[in-house]
C-alpha cells in the first residue's frame, strides 16, 4: 500500500523534475534520433537549459509548443521554461492548455501546484496537491494522513520525491500564514521530533565549518518548524529569507520570532528590520517578489541585463513601494555607463519607501564615488540612522567626512566602526580602515582617502 | 598387583595415543595432502621453541629454523616490511628446501614486491614439490606477469581447482541466497519454494559454473591479449561458450563476466561490440594498458558507430599509453600500484614504479603515479618533478595534466596551473571538477569575472560542488529558480 502510493508520487514529481532536468548527453542523443518533430525541439529545449542557454531553451521549447499544440510534454516543457525565465503570463497559458489536454495528469496537476505557488495562490497550489494524492488507493491516503510520525519517517526517508512533496505542502502553507498548521504537517511526518533543540543544532552548523550554506538553511528551517519557542533561530531564518528575496515568508518569520521573544530590545529590534528592511507597512505582492529573485538571476548569474531589466520593470508595476528592484535599476543603469540614471532610480526608490535602508546605504555609496561628498553624507548618515550597525554605511561615511575635513566626524564614525567590527567579525575584516586610521592618527590627515569596503557581516543586511 | 595392572593401562594408553598419532598423520598426508616436510617443519619449530631441538636432533636443525624464518617473516609483513619478510622467507626456504609453504611465502612477497624472477622461481619450486592446482595457478599468474606467456598458458590449463572447490563455492551461494529469501517470503509457501528453493539452485549453479570458469577465463584473455585470436576462440569453443543465440553485448546466462563477454563479442560479432568500449576503460582503469589498447584500436577499426570510434580514439589519445606496453612494464606499474593502495607501502611502490619506468622509459603512468604518492605525502615540488616527467613522455596523458595543475596550484604557482588546467580542460571540455579548478585558479589571479563563469559552469555540469555553489550563492544569492519555495529550489 505504502509503496504503491509512493510509486504515484514518486512517478508524477520525478516526471516533472525531468522534464526541467535530464541530462544533456541523453537529450543530445535523443535530438539526434528525432530530428526535428516537435519531440526533437522538446529535448533540445531541455539540453539547451542543461547547458544554461535558457533564452535559447525557451524559444525552443515555444516552437515545439506551436508545432504541436496539442502535446502536452511540449505545453509543459514551455510552461516550465517561461514560468523558470519569469514570463508568468505565457507559463499560465501554457499549463491551462496542459490541463485540458489531460485534466487527469499527475504531473501536470504537480507543475501547476508549484507554479501557483509562485504566484501566491497558494489555495490552488494545495487544492492541486490534494487532488494528487485523491488518485491514490484510500488505503494509502489514510496511511499518508494518519499513519503515526514513527511510520512516515522512513516512508519519506526512502523516497525524497515524496519529502519534496512533503516538504512543498509545508511551505506553502507557512508562506500562506498557517504556521501552526505547517508544523503539524512537519510532526505528523516526522519531518521534526518533539523534544529536540534544533536552535542549537542549527546555530552550531553555522558556527561550525563542516556545513554548507544548504545544510544551516534547513537546520534554521527545521528551527522554525521544530520549536515555536526558539525566536533566534525563527528570526534568523526570516532574516536569511529575506537577503534571498523572499520577502513574504521572511516578513513571517521575523514577525514571528519578534512575536515569541520576552526581550524588549529584540522586539524593537524586530519591529526595525520589518520597517527598515521588509518594506513596513507595504508587502509585496508575491508574483512581484517571485519575478525580483528571478530577474536577479537572470541578471547576476545569466547576465542577461535586457530580460532582467524588463522583468524590474514589471515588478515595479506591479509592487510600486518595493524598494529592492530600484537599486537593481540603478546598477543596470551604471554597467550603461549612466550615473545620473543610476541616482535617479535610487531616489526614486526612496520616494517609493523612505526607509529602506538598504537603498539609502547604495544611494550614499554611489554619491561617494562621483565624489558629492555633501550629498553623499546625509544620505550615509541617514543610512546608519536607520540601521547603526551598518559597518560599510559607517566606513562610506567616515570617508565623506574625511573629503570635506571634517576628521573629527571621521575619527568619531571610524572609532564605532573599528569598535563595532572588532566585536562581531575579528580584526581582518576592517584591516584596510584599520590601518588607515593607524596611520592618521600618527600623521595626521594626508593626501589619501580612506578606504571603504563593505563587509558582509550580519545574516539579513546582504544583498542588493 | 595394583602397581602391575595400573603398569599394564598405562602402556595401552601410550600405545591407543600412539596409533591415534599415526592415525592422525597419515591422514594429514594421504587425505589432506598435508606434505611430510610441513609436518616436520611445524612438529619441529614448536618443540624447538621449547627445547633445544636442533642440538639434540640435527635433522631438526633446518625445519626449526625454517619454522621460525616463516613466522619472523609473517609479523614483518604484517608491519608491512614486505622487503624484510622476503629476506626472512628466502632464509626459510634455504634452511628447508623441501618445505612448499617457504616457497610459496617466498615467490607471494617476492610477486608483492615485483620481483617476478624470484617469485616464478619459488612457485615452481613449490609446485615441484607439492603438484597441486593452487601452484599451477601461482606458477602461471607469475609467467604471465614475466611476460611468458607459453609457460602461462600451458600451466594455467592445468590450473583448475577440484569439483569440491567450486562446488564449496556454490554452496555457499547457495545459503546465502536462501537465507536472505526466507525471511521475505515463509508466509507464503509456493512463493518460498519457487523463489527460495529454485532460486538457490540457480544460485548455486551460477556460483559453480564461475568459480569452474574463473581460470579458463583468465586463459582467454592472455590469449586475447597475445593476439591469437584463433586459439582463443578455439578454447572458448571447447568451453562452450561460442554460441550463435548468445547476444554478447546484452544480457545471457553464459557463466562468463563482462571482460570476456565484450572479448568474445569483439572476436564473434564485431558489428555489434561497443559494449568493448566501457569494459576496455574499466580494464585500464584496472591497469590493463595493453589489453584495452587492443579493444579500442579493434573499436577504432571496426565499430559502425561514428560517436563509438570517435570515443574509442578520444580514451585511446588521452586515458592510454602512446605506445604498445611491454607486458613486463604494465604488471610492475600495476604491483606499485597495489603497493601504494592495498598494501600501504608507498616506499616500496616508488622502488616498483622506477622498475616499470626501467622496463619502458616511455610508459608515462608509472611517473604519473609517482607524482601522486608525492602529492599525497603533499611533497608537491617533487611531485611537479615527476608529473612534468610524465608530460614530458606523453603530453598527452590527461591525468597527469590534471595532476601537474593541481600539483601547481598547491605550490600556489598559479600560472603553470591555469594554463595546465586549461590544457586537461580542451581534451576535455565537459569535466564540471576541471571547470571548478580554473574558476578557483582565476581568482587567486584576480579575474573575477572569468572565474564567475568557469565556476557557472561547473555548478550547471554538475549540481552537487559545494564550494562552488556557495561561492556563487555569496555572490548572488541561492538560484531560487528551480523551485517557487525555499526548500524546492534547494
Known amino acids: ?464 | 598387583m595394583a602397581r602391575r595392572a595400573a603398569a599394564r593401562r598405562g602402556a595401552r594408553v601410550l600405545v591407543v595415543l600412539f596409533l591415534g598419532g599415526v592415525l592422525f598423520i597419515s591422514l594429514l598426508v594421504f587425505a589432506a595432502g598435508v606434505p611430510v616436510a610441513q609436518l616436520r617443519a611445524g612438529a619441529c619449530g614448536a618443540v624447538g621453541s621449547i627445547v633445544m631441538l636442533d642440538r639434540v636432533l640435527p635433522a631438526c636443525s633446518g625445519p626449526a629454523r625454517a619454522s621460525r624464518e616463516l613466522a619472523v617473516g609473517r609479523a614483518a609483513a604484517n608491519r608491512r616490511a614486505y622487503r624484510e619478510a622476503l629476506g626472512h622467507y628466502r632464509e626459510a626456504a634455504a634452511a628447508a628446501p623441501d618445505l612448499p609453504a617457504a616457497h610459496v611465502a617466498r615467490g607471494e612477497t617476492a610477486q608483492i614486491l615485483g620481483e617476478y624472477e624470484e617469485a616464478l622461481a619459488a612457485f615452481q619450486r613449490a609446485a615441484a614439490i607439492a603438484p597441486s592446482p593452487e601452484a599451477n595457478l601461482r606458477v602461471g599468474a607469475a609467467a604471465e606477469r614475466q611476460g611468458r606467456v607459453d609457460v602461462a598458458i600451458q600451466t594455467l590449463e592445468n590450473a583448475s581447482g577440484p569439483w569440491r572447490q567450486h562446488a564449496v563455492s556454490g554452496a555457499r551461494a547457495a545459503v546465502v541466497n536462501f537465507a536472505t529469501c526466507v525471511p521475505v517470503n515463509w508466509s507464503n509457501p509456493a512463493r518460498l519454494w519457487q523463489t527460495c528453493v529454485t532460486g538457490s539452485r540457480d544460485a548455486y549453479g551460477a556460483s559453480f559454473d564461475a568459480s569452474r570458469d574463473i581460470v579458463p577465463r583468465g586463459i582467454f584473455r592472455l590469449l586475447v591479449e597475445e593476439g591469437r585470436y584463433d586459439q582463443a576462440l578455439a578454447f572458448a569453443r571447447e568451453r562452450g561458450w561460442v554460441r550463435p543465440d548468445v547476444e554478447y553485448c546484452g544480457r545471457h546466462s553464459l557463466p562468463i563476466d563482462e571482460e570476456t563477454s565484450a572479448l568474445l563479442a569483439m572476436l564473434t560479432q564485431p558489428e555489434r561490440a561497443d559494449c568493448v568500449l566501457a569494459t576496455a576503460v574499466d580494464v585500464a582503469d584496472g591497469g590493463g594498458a595493453r589489453l584495452a589498447r587492443l579493444m579500442l584500436l579493434e573499436r577504432v577499426a571496426r565499430s559502425p558507430q561514428v560517436e563509438t570510434r570517435q570515443n574509442a580514439q578520444w580514451v585511446l589519445r588521452y586515458r592510454l599509453p602512446d605506445h604498445d606496453v611491454p607486458r613486463l612494464a604494465e604488471a610492475l606499474n600495476i604491483a606499485a600500484s597495489r603497493l601504494q593502495h592495498v598494501h600501504d607501502a608507498a616506499d616500496e611502490a616508488l622502488v616498483v614504479f622506477q622498475k616499470s619506468i626501467d622496463a619502458d622509459p616511455r610508459f608515462s603512468w608509472p611517473y604519473h603515479n609517482i607524482g601522486r604518492v608525492y602529492m599525497a605525502r603533499g611533497d608537491f615540488e617533487q611531485a611537479r618533478v615527476w608529473l612534468g616527467r610524465a608530460l614530458a613522455v606523453n603530453p598527452d596523458h590527461w591525468r597527469a595534466l590534471y595532476s601537474y595543475g593541481v600539483a601547481n596550484a598547491n605550490l600556489k604557482r598559479w600560472r603553470d596551473a591555469l594554463f595546465a588546467y586549461r590544457q586537461a580542460l580542451a581534451i576535455s571540455p565537459n569535466d564540471a571538477r576541471l571547470h571548478a579548478s580554473v574558476g578557483w585558479t582565476l581568482i587567486e589571479l584576480g579575474h573575477e569575472p572569468e572565474a564567475e563563469r568557469e565556476l557557472k559552469l561547473a555548478v550547471r555540469l554538475d549540481p552537487s560542488l559545494q564550494a562552488e555553489r556557495s561561492w556563487l550563492n555569496s555572490r548572488y544569492g541561492a538560484d531560487v529558480r528551480s523551485g517557487p519555495t525555499p526548500s524546492s529550489a534547494r
Open chain 1, 1 to 464: 500500500m505504502k509503496s504503491r502510493m509512493k510509486g504515484r508520487i514518486i512517478a508524477a514529481i520525478v516526471v516533472a523534475l525531468v522534464a526541467l532536468s535530464a541530462s544533456t548527453s541523453v537529450a543530445q542523443r535523443r535530438v539526434a534520433a528525432l530530428g526535428d518533430s516537435p519531440a526533437a525541439l522538446v529535448e533540445r529545449a531541455r539540453a539547451a537549459y542543461n547547458q544554461g542557454r535558457y533564452q535559447d531553451a525557451l524559444e525552443t521549447a515555444r516552437r515545439a509548443a506551436e508545432a504541436a499544440p496539442r502535446s502536452l510534454p511540449a505545453q509543459l516543457a514551455r510552461g516550465g521554461m517561461a514560468e523558470f525565465m519569469g514570463e508568468f503570463d505565457e507559463a499560465s497559458q501554457a499549463y491551462a492548455r496542459a490541463q485540458s489536454l489531460a485534466p487527469d495528469d499527475n504531473t501536470t496537476r504537480y507543475r501547476l501546484a508549484l507554479f501557483s505557488t509562485r504566484v501566491g495562490d497558494y489555495d490552488r497550489a494545495l487544492r492541486e496537491l490534494d487532488a494528487i494524492l485523491a488518485t491514490q488507493p484510500r488505503a494509502a491516503q489514510l496511511f499518508f494522513r494518519f499513519a503515526p510520525p514513527f511510520l512516515q519517517k522512513p516512508l519519506l526517508q526512502q523516497s525524497p520525491a515524496l519529502e519534496q512533496f512533503v516538504q512543498l505542502q509545508i511551505d506553502i502553507m507557512m508562506e500562506k500564514g498557517d504556521l501552526a498548521g505547517a508544523r503539524r504537517l512537519a510532526r505528523g511526518h516526522g519531518i521534526v521530533e518533539p523534544g529536540r533543540d534544533y536552535c542549537t543544532e542549527a546555530n552550531a552548523k553555522k558556527r561550525g565549518k563542516g556545513s554548507s550554506d544548504d545544510d544551516v538553511f534547513k537546520a534554521f528551517r527545521l528551527a522554525a518548524l521544530g520549536q515555536p519557542d526558539s525566536a533566534d533561530c525563527i528570526w534568523w531564518y526570516g532574516q536569511w529569507l529575506t537577503d534571498e528575496g523572499y520577502m513574504r515568508l521572511g516578513r513571517l518569520m521575523v514577525e514571528e520570532g519578534t512575536r515569541v521573544t520576552p526581550i524588549p530590545a529584540n522586539k524593537e529590534s524586530g519591529h526595525r528590520f520589518m520597517r527598515i528592511r521588509l518594506g513596513g507597512e507595504r508587502p509585496v505582492a508575491k508574483r512581484a517578489e517571485s519575478l525580483f529573485m528571478i530577474a536577479k538571476q537572470r541578471y547576476l548569474r545569466d547576465g542577461d541585463a535586457d530580460g532582467a531589466a524588463r522583468l524590474f520593470d514589471e515588478i515595479l508595476r506591479l509592487s510600486p513601494a518595493f524598494a529592492r528592484p530600484y537599486s537593481y535599476k540603478a546598477r543596470l543603469a551604471l554597467d550603461d555607463g549612466d550615473r545620473e540614471a543610476a541616482q535617479r532610480w535610487l531616489q526614486r526608490g526612496i520616494e517609493a519607501d523612505s526607509e529602506s535602508w538598504r537603498t539609502w546605504h547604495n544611494l550614499g555609496r554611489l554619491l561617494l564615488e562621483a565624489e558629492r561628498w555633501e550629498d553623499a553624507e546625509r544620505a550615509l548618515a541617514r543610512t546608519i540612522e536607520l540601521f547603526p550597525d551598518d559597518l560599510g554605511g559607517r566606513f562610506a561615511l567616515a570617508r565623506a567626512l574625511y573629503a570635506r575635513s571634517d576628521f573629527e566626524g571621521y575619527r568619531t564614525q571610524i572609532e564605532l566602526a573599528l569598535r563595532f567590527a572588532r566585536a562581531c567579525c575579528g580584526p581582518d575584516v576592517a584591516k584596510a580602515p584599520a590601518d588607515f586610521f593607524m596611520k592618521f592618527q600618527r600623521w595626521g590627515p594626508g593626501a589619501a582617502l580612506p578606504p571603504t569596503p563593505d563587509p558582509r557581516t550580519i545574516l539579513g543586511w546582504n544583498q542588493d
